[in-house]
């Protein structure tokens, strides 16, 4: 018989969200920028750019299930093409992507759709690339102790792409690597090759 092992993963946030309030001061936001909000279609604007944020900015709960690695299974495991929704913290303004997340297993093995849930719960919140990335990758290591672990993130910024310098179409990658895959260049050239990112 396999056991499992369910850890509960509730979303840090900085305090209760106040939706009334966000409510007011999205329409003080608008206003203050020579958006009327008196039409029909402008109307309920503030409410619902105070829900949008706020459902952006709360994780969802979720039960990270791992299993035993009873075949003990040493090669990579890899989830390609993560889609990944965050906002830049310095123009709070979307930035989106995917995420490809690998780790070689150690004692035991995670349940495949949790390697997207652990991105999207460091995703919901004010963010930068370079710190989702690093998290994502710690988080597995303390969690799930793995022998290495790799994330990359590939990401358009509109903070770079619709405002400032305006530059359509370009993309950032980052990547973090840990354990094994960091320090073995063959296991790292694999991780990289198998993302379709060059190393």
């Known amino acids: 018989m396999h056991s499992n092992t369910a850890l ?18 999205a329409g003080e936001f608008l206003r203050a920028l020579g958006v009327a909000t008196d039409s029909e279609s402008l109307r309920r ?8 944020y706020a459902e952006l900015f709360t994780p969802r709960p979720f039960d990270l299930t791992t299993f035993p690695n009873d075949e003990g299974y040493d090669e990579l495991v890899l989830a390609r093409q993560i889609p990944v929704r965050s906002v830049c913290e ?10 490809h ?19 999207e719960h460091f995703a919901r919140r ?9 998290q994502v ?11 290495g672990v790799g994330v990359v993130i590939e990401a358009e910024h509109t903070c770079m792409t619709l405002r400032g310098v305006q530059a359509i179409g370009s993309n950032t990658v980052t990547s973090t690597l840990l354990g094994t895959l960091r320090d073995d260049a063959r296991s790292r050239q694999e991780f990289f090759a198998l993302t379709g990112v060059h190393s």
Do not use: C, N
């Open 8 to 25: 509960r993963v509730i979303g840090e946030h900085g305090g209760e969200v106040d939706l009334v309030a966000a409510e007011w001061a």
């Open 126 to 134: 004010p963010q930068v690339q370079e710190r989702l990335t690093k």
């Open 45 to 52: 604007t503030p409410e619902r750019m105070a829900r949008a």
């Open 101 to 119: 997340v690998g780790y070689l297993p150690g004692d035991r093995i995670l349940g495949l759709s949790k390697l997207a849930r652990i991105v």
């Open 90 to 99: 310095h123009h709070l303004l979307p930035f989106v992507g995917v995420a």
């Open 137 to 147: 990758a710690d988080w597995l290591i303390d969690q799930l102790h793995p022998k």
